[in-house]
Nanobody, 116 residues
Framework: QVQLVESGGGLVQPGGSLRLSCAAS????????MYWYRKAPGKRREWVAG????????NYPDSVKGRFLISRNNAKNTLYLQMNSLKLEDSALYYC?????????WGQGTQVTVSS
């Protein structure tokens, strides 16, 4: 079955950095577009990054563009999100996501807390 396991979250001060990972299994990772989303309490889930199957195309919303970098290692079936210059408003539960045959799959999420 499809499994997505996020890790790497934690507590960081404003301006700091974190690198999230998402270990994928149960599907053909190397031919799947992948995404990162986040959900903060009281807010709607927000898309934060997307990457093409071979990693040559990436997309970001304006809220994180220039600060976040999505990447992937298809040999390791792993997705990454490098987050730099973190802001208080980046605090959220971060999820990786894949859409397969019309169905959305999500991991359990990893918590990122930005606080001084």
């Amino acid at each position: 079955q499809v499994q997505l396991v996020e890790s790497g979250g934690g507590l960081v001060q404003p301006g700091g950095s974190l690198r999230l990972s998402c270990a994928a299994s149960g599907f053909s990772f190397s031919i799947s577009q992948m995404y990162w989303y986040r959900k903060a309490p009281g807010k709607r889930r927000e898309w934060v990054a997307g990457i093409s199957e071979i990693g040559d195309t990436t997309n970001y919303p304006d809220s994180v563009k220039g600060r976040f970098l999505i990447s992937r290692n298809n040999a390791k079936n792993t997705l990454y999100l490098q987050m730099n210059s973190l802001k208080l408003e980046d605090s959220a539960l971060y999820y990786c996501n894949v859409l397969l045959a019309g169905d959305d799959y999500w991991g359990q999420g990893t918590q990122v807390t930005v606080s001084s």
